[in-house]
């Protein structure tokens, strides 16, 4: 079945530092991509999100290109800011239900 | 920004009670999810739920769980007796019909503690 893989964390950076979050998918067809936030005792937030290869989706400073070639969809941010420390879910959307990874903690240190 | 509302943050129940999730769903959305998240594990799907009824469900969804559109504004999620293992985090999630409908909105989530 579809399925998502996203790096393990926790990820540690210092403030200013670039940020990448590895995400792969297995699926037939082309689905949507997403990544969604979880902020310290909030809900899960949508981040930006992709619907057809080669999309970029963008939203505060991230970035993520739907990759069909290497079935993936990386995050991206140039700088983080120590309010970027969350959790960070890759997803995809199949059959209307949306199909998580594991989920990335990200810790920023000023 | 219209936000899905869920109530309570924190349910303490225990083994083999009854307990209703709350959820109030963006208002123009038609599209009602429910999700969990068992502590340290991936979000799994539970169930979707369209026009008054089930669209789809998981292995997970089994007779234990119903869902129900009481009124016009909220959705809950019932177990009917709860077990250690429903111990969880619940996600309600919502979306639009038409081009949208892929994209689903969350809430804060409902911690399920069962003892």
């Known amino acids: 079945g579809d399925s998502v893989t996203q790096m393990e964390g926790p990820v540690t950076l210092s403030e200013e530092a670039f940020l990448t979050i590895n995400c792969t998918y297995t699926?037939?067809?082309?689905?949507?991509l997403f990544w969604y936030v979880q902020y310290p005792g909030e809900g899960l937030q949508l981040l930006l999100k992709a619907t057809k290869a080669d999309d970029k989706g963008s939203n505060k400073g991230f970035e993520a290109t739907y990759r069909k070639e290497t079935t993936s969809f990386h995050l991206e941010k140039g700088s983080v800011q120590v309010s970027d420390s969350a959790v960070y879910f890759c997803?995809?959307?199949?059959?209307?239900?949306?199909?998580f990874g594991k989920g990335t903690r990200l810790h920023i240190l000023p | 920004e219209p936000e899905v509302t869920q109530t309570p943050s924190h349910q303490v129940t225990q083994m083999g009670q009854e307990v209703i999730l709350r959820c109030v769903p963006i208002s123009n959305h038609l599209y009602f999810y429910w999700y969990r998240q068992i502590l340290g594990q991936k979000v799994e799907f539970l169930v979707s739920?369209?026009?008054?009824?089930?669209?789809?469900k998981s292995e997970i969804f089994d007779d234990q769980f119903s869902v129900e559109r009481p009124d016009g504004s909220n959705f809950t999620l019932k177990i009917r007796s709860t077990k250690l293992e429903d111990s969880a985090m619940y996600f309600c999630?919502?979306?639009?019909?038409?081009?949208?409908?892929?994209?689903?909105?969350f809430g804060a989530g409902t911690r399920l503690s069962v003892l």
């Open positions: 997803a995809l959307n199949r059959d209307d239900k949306i199909i």
């Open positions: 739920f369209y026009n008054n009824e089930i669209s789809e």
């Open positions: 699926a037939t067809g082309y689905p949507s």
């Open positions: 999630a919502s979306s639009e019909e038409g081009a949208a409908k892929n994209i689903q909105y």
